[in-house]
């Protein structure tokens, strides 16, 4: 072993994580994989679609529409 | 497949489908990871950086590669490492200290024993690349194969192979002229180094 390698070995060792840190650090995730499903799932879309064509969404679009065509240039 | 638990390999390839298959890779890698980003951002900042690899992960996870020996972790190393730029770009810069984007060195040299080794591997490592001396240590600390640090880094294993034996005879070079410079106790001289590092 030369003289880098003993460097990098002896700089090598950290703590392992403690299991109040990777339980945190699950946490966080189970969190973000709850989201994700939430944005994945058929229903979840189908119900985003329903509500764009429909009366609320349709109006939305048309104000949208209506202020862009109104603002003045 | 062996058992009843499901490969790396086949787990990354249904975990677009199947995002809820991530929790089981961080059951499996969250140790490893939490190590490697300890090691370059001492273990306080791991601890936060750890839930931000995984949840990346999770929104990379259409463009996952699996490693030849169907391994996430070289991947998962990979994520880090971005995540890793990105939290040292985020940190204010301190007066006096020239900033790494890559590793906290007060964390690092607080993990060798001898003051004397202290701002030498440092030194030696601070002739290479940002990428060559990542290279360097995933192989040299996570104890990586040539072929899981190229799918880490996203490069071929040749490249790998020509790299590595460059990044190590440079740093080697880098470590004998400090040697040579001062063959006796270097703690004065690491301390003079230190007081180099200005912002420029």
Do not use: C
Request: glycine letters at 8%; zero cysteines; charged letters at 25%.
């Amino acid at each position: 072993m030369n003289r880098l390698d003993e460097l990098i070995a002896a700089s090598a060792g950290v703590p392992d994580g403690t299991p109040d840190e990777l339980g945190n650090a699950r946490a966080a995730l189970d969190a973000a994989i709850v989201a994700r499903m939430r944005q994945d799932s058929p229903a979840g879309r189908k119900a985003a679609n329903r509500w764009w064509s429909g009366r609320r969404g349709m109006a939305f679009v048309g104000v949208a529409g209506w202020r862009q065509r109104s603002r003045p240039r | 497949m062996t058992g009843d638990s499901p490969s790396d390999r086949q787990l990354l390839a249904a975990l677009p489908r199947q995002p809820e298959l991530m929790a089981v890779l961080y059951e499996r890698h969250a140790p490893a990871v939490f190590r490697y980003l300890a090691r370059r951002a001492g273990p306080p900042a791991a601890e936060d950086l750890l839930s931000e690899v995984f949840i990346a992960a999770l929104s990379a996870s259409s463009r996952v590669v699996a490693h030849d020996s169907g391994s996430g972790l070289p991947w998962l190393y990979g994520i880090a490492l971005n995540v890793l730029r990105v939290h040292f770009r985020q940190q204010r810069p301190t007066p006096g200290v020239t900033r790494d984007f890559g590793m906290d060195w007060e964390a690092v040299d607080s993990r060798l024993d001898a003051w004397a080794e202290r701002g030498r591997l440092r030194t030696a490592l601070a002739v290479l690349s940002d990428p060559d001396r990542e290279l360097l240590l995933l192989v040299g600390w996570e104890g990586l194969s040539q072929a899981e640090a190229a799918t880490a880094l996203g490069i071929s294993h040749g490249a790998v192979r020509v790299r590595l034996h460059r990044a190590r005879k440079r740093a080697l070079h880098a470590l004998e002229k400090l040697q040579d410079s001062d063959p006796g106790s270097s703690g004065t001289h690491v301390t003079t180094l230190y007081s180099k590092e200005q912002p420029s």
